[in-house]
């Protein structure tokens, strides 16, 4: 297995320590082992009053019989929040990472703000959230849910990200994990055409009633709904019969446990491996690294372990975790990785081509830098201005540049060895030797030179031609310097050697300018392909910026659709309480104003919804 010598793969490790005094505490070597996953991760949290079974589910889950920890007697065993990690046992290539929490409503710990800390934690960490407790659903039951409301107090929407984004910003229930709800030991009789799905639904339908018990009554229920938008339910018999079995249930045989109990698990396992890890709102996903981000998720690994640090220590100092600035933290932080690592990409791929730079460098340039952006794009998180996709593309350029310096000082170099050794094999003997000094020794000398260009392209085949072609004349110029010598023992009267040194050397400067001229066409063909080629590019990003666009749009547009029937119920409520108040016009002054706020202030999701149509109505009456 991939992962297998971490210790996080091997048994639950704590990953958050709740210390003595009730203070949260990261568990840091968890956390790095955490920070070096990179497959995509599911994280399962559960959480519930403790004595309750989370673990057994947690262990089933994990397809063991032991792991989590099954406490046999009344107290709590479990403290703050565990981690057990393993491959997805119907996706391979995903991990799946089970949390643990500590039991809420231990009486030997007494602290309700501790508790609301942990399934806050679990919560905002969580791509689904299993919440586990004994019995029917009754008011009761429905009261201890009410924790999702303290935790949507505990949390802050929005101060950078998504101001600057507003159009596209759904409701704090949008970032909110799947959640379902398990009932143990559950004995009423259910209908044939009644699911427990229909049967949770059905206990979070709303009152009518305009009193304000009724109001409480709604308030509760619309809390769940609205921040809870995906939800479950799952009903288990009892698993075994007497209390000495029940104690022991890890070292029970499946033929010692009640067979309904084992059906109502499987069809829970199912469930939780059918759930998918969740994307954030570009579609990226999520690791290790980047682990899940309330809501959203993302795609690398060490994001998790961002999170975890940011949101235990804001909680354990008493601020409020900010939803918009860890994501903002968080995807900048990924975004540098993403663009290093395909820098790197990039780079690393360049640097194989070797030096000196093939002929088709150019092609092969580009071929790699759209290869390591597309890489890019995959694991970047809401690069939606694509700044650190253009800063990786401005690296890569540098480093292109960088790679072209290296290759040109490479040839220059090597060719120089490379002509200067020839040159003291095939000419310096020859001129010691007095060899080109007699009639015809021009024509040797001049063939010589000629050859040594010849040579140069066969040692480097590769290289650009026209650099091989310019360092070849370099050399000439500073080495061949014996032509009116050598001329002069041919036989030649003066004017004719000074006209034949006048020619070589006219010849050498036009065959210098054309080929000056050469590569500079050759520098704006390919700085025009360039062009061509970073526009491509450029209108690349666009498109996928427009899709991205219209992608939030669809996403606004959903929430624009919830807000309007939040804003129906709101408006029922009203007239509910006109009405109620007509009824009681005569025996007393008419008060729907204030009831009408007053509720409102009751049901604190509603947030800028609730206000907005209360300002309206405000209006209206006004009027």
Not at 82 to 94: D, I
Not at 257 to 264: G, T
């Amino acid at each position: 297995m991939k992962y297998g010598n971490l210790s996080v793969f091997k048994q639950p490790m704590c990953l958050i320590r709740n210390d003595g005094n009730e203070t949260l505490a990261v568990v840091e070597d968890v956390l790095q082992e955490i920070s070096t996953i990179d497959n995509t991760v599911n994280v399962i949290a559960i959480a519930g009053p403790y004595r309750t079974g989370k673990s057994y589910l947690l262990n089933k889950l994990a397809g063991r019989k032991q792991g989590f920890p099954l406490g046999s007697t009344i107290e709590a065993k479990t403290k703050g929040l565990w981690v057990w990690c393993l491959e997805h046992p119907k996706r391979p290539q995903e991990i799946l990472m089970l949390i643990d929490t500590e039991g809420i409503g231990d009486v030997n710990k007494g602290d309700e703000d501790n508790d609301n800390n942990i399934l806050c934690l679990a919560t905002l960490l969580s791509s689904t959230f299993v919440y586990n407790m004994f019995g029917a659903i009754n008011e009761q039951l429905l009261k201890s849910l009410s924790f999702v409301t303290k935790i949507a107090k505990k949390v802050v929407l929005s101060r950078t990200w998504f101001t600057e984004n507003a159009q596209f910003s759904p409701d704090i229930g949008y970032f909110f994990p799947s959640f379902v709800l398990c009932l143990r030991d559950f004995s009423l009789e259910m209908g044939d055409a009644q699911s427990p799905h229909h049967y949770f639904e059905n206990c979070l339908t709303m009152k009518k009633a305009t009193d304000a018990k009724a109001k409480k009554y709604n308030a509760l229920r619309l809390s769940v709904k609205l921040h809870f938008e995906h939800r479950s339910c799952f009903l288990f018999d009892r698993p075994a019969a007497g209390k000495k079995d029940l104690a022991r249930l890890e070292e029970l045989e499946e033929k010692e446990l009640n067979q309904d109990f084992l059906n109502d698990t499987e069809l829970f396992l199912k469930h939780i491996y059918d759930c998918k890890p969740k994307t954030f709102m570009d579609g990226s996903l999520i690791n290790g690294r980047s682990m899940l981000f309330i809501g959203i998720y993302i795609s690398i690994s060490e994001v998790f372990s961002h999170l975890v640090e940011e949101y235990t220590t804001a909680i354990k100092n008493g601020e409020l975790p900010c939803i918009d600035d860890t994501l903002t933290h968080v995807s900048e932080k990924e975004n540098r990785i993403a663009m290093h690592t395909a820098i790197e990409m990039f780079t690393d791929q360049i640097e194989s081509l070797g030096l000196p730079l093939p002929s088709d460098f150019e092609l092969k340039y580009k071929h790699i830098q759209k290869a390591s952006l597309r890489i890019f794009r995959q694991i970047a998180v809401l690069d939606d201005k694509k700044i650190f996709e253009k800063q990786a593309e401005r690296e890569m350029d540098s480093v292109k540049r960088r790679i072209e310096g290296k290759n040109k000082l490479f040839i220059q170099d090597t060719s120089l060895k490379i002509l200067q050794n020839m040159y003291n094999i095939r000419i310096k003997p020859k001129v010691d030797n007095g060899e080109y000094f007699n009639k015809g020794g021009y024509n040797v000398y001049n063939g010589d030179f000629a050859s040594l260009r010849r040579h140069l392209r066969q040692q480097l085949p590769e290289a650009d031609s026209d650099l091989l072609h310019m360092c070849a004349l370099d050399f000439e110029r500073r080495y061949r310097k014996l032509d009116k010598e050598i001329l002069e023992k041919d036989n030649l009267s003066v004017s004719e050697i000074n006209a034949k040194v006048q020619e070589i050397k006219e010849k050498f400067d036009q065959e210098k300018k054309e080929l000056e001229g050469h590569v500079e066409q050759k520098r704006q063909t390919e700085q025009k392909a360039l062009t061509e080629f970073k526009q491509e590019l450029s209108d690349e990003r666009e498109k996928e910026e427009n899709e991205l666009k219209k992608k939030y749009a669809e996403m606004a547009l959903y929430w624009k659709i919830k807000e309007g029937n939040l804003e129906k119920q709101i408006e029922d409520l009203k007239l509910q309480l006109d009405k109620a108040s007509l009824q009681t016009e005569h025996e007393k002054p008419p008060m729907k104003e204030t009831v009408l706020k007053t509720m409102l202030s009751l049901i604190p999701i509603f947030g800028p919804i609730a206000s907005g149509v209360y300002e309206r109505y405000k209006s209206s009456t006004k009027s």
